[in-house]
């Protein structure tokens, strides 16, 4: 069994794709237009057949009250691996993006956690 595809909920999918694949560097994998939204999805450029990242419309009022119960608890709603926290750190606020937690290393795992614009809070790990 492997994970296919995951999905965040977003306010915006046009915003969260330019900011997952401008900003976060991930490319277009999926777009299927739907009524008024789309069929979204994302992948990383080094695993282009890997799981997809779905951009969903966060509609649902129970996607809404999900969304602000965790970005007020401060929870990430995904993580994702990067090999070195510190220099992607450097390298997304030279490019404006806000950070919730800078660096921060625990045991075996280097962290930070940004806000990704479209409602959540994302966290970016490096494994030692």
Known sequence: MRIHLTSVFVDDQEKALGFYTDVLGFVKKTE???GTDRWLTVVSPEQP???ELLLEPDRHPAAKQYKQA???DGIPVAAFAVDDV???????RGLGV????????MDT??????DDTCGNLIQIVQHK
């Not at 806000?98 to 290393?105: A, N």
């Not at 795992?109 to 940004?114: F, K, P, S």
Request: proline share 7%; hydrophobic share 55%; net charge negative.
């Open 49 to 51: 057949d890997g799981a």
């Open 70 to 72: 965790l970005l007020e």
């Open 109 to 114: 795992v280097v962290t930070a956690v940004l």
């Open 32 to 34: 299927v237009p739907l």
């Open 98 to 105: 806000v950070f919730t937690q800078e660096p921060l290393e």
């Open 86 to 92: 510190r220099a992607e750190f450097d390298r997304l």
